[in-house]
């Protein structure tokens, strides 16, 4: 992965690892006001972005069809809480949330 990013703006550009010699492609394209990160979990990717969501929130998306248009939702957005960031393992993810002041880590399984 290589990411590119201003302070109001995220692009991810994605290569497939099994495969060395294959180019570079663009995950999602810039977007005025739009940030996302991005991790790789078995046959999807789960982003974390601001899109309609302050706070941030976690979407999912396909390996091929990574537009933003082919986003659709993870994980509840909750307004009162910052999503910090997130973790993939295996059979889980560990999202890491700032709500009232304190720090919480929420798990939750892969269905």
């Given at each position: 992965?290589?990411?590119?990013?201003?302070?109001?703006?995220?692009?991810?550009?994605?290569?497939?690892?099994?495969?060395?010699?294959?180019?570079?492609?663009v995950?999602?394209?810039?977007?005025e006001?739009?940030?996302?990160s991005?991790?790789?979990?078995?046959?999807?990717?789960?982003?974390?972005?601001?899109?309609?969501?302050?706070?941030?929130?976690?979407?999912?998306?396909?390996?091929?069809?990574?537009?933003?248009?082919?986003?659709?939702?993870?994980?509840?957005?909750?307004?009162?809480?910052?999503?910090?960031?997130f973790?993939?393992?295996?059979?889980?993810?560990?999202?890491?949330?700032?709500?009232?002041?304190?720090v919480?880590?929420?798990?939750?399984?892969?269905?």
């Amino acid at each position: 992965m290589i990411v590119s990013a201003k302070k109001t703006t995220t692009e991810f550009q994605i290569a497939d690892a099994n495969n060395p010699d294959s180019p570079f492609r663009v995950f999602s394209p810039r977007h005025e006001g739009r940030e996302y990160s991005i991790e790789h979990h078995h046959n999807k990717f789960i982003i974390r972005t601001n899109d309609n969501a302050p706070n941030f929130k976690l979407m999912q998306c396909g390996l091929e069809n990574t537009q933003f248009s082919d986003w659709t939702h993870f994980m509840d957005y909750d307004p009162k809480a910052y999503c910090e960031g997130f973790q993939v393992f295996d059979d889980y993810i560990a999202v890491e949330e700032r709500k009232a002041g304190l720090v919480q880590i929420k798990i939750l399984p892969f269905n």
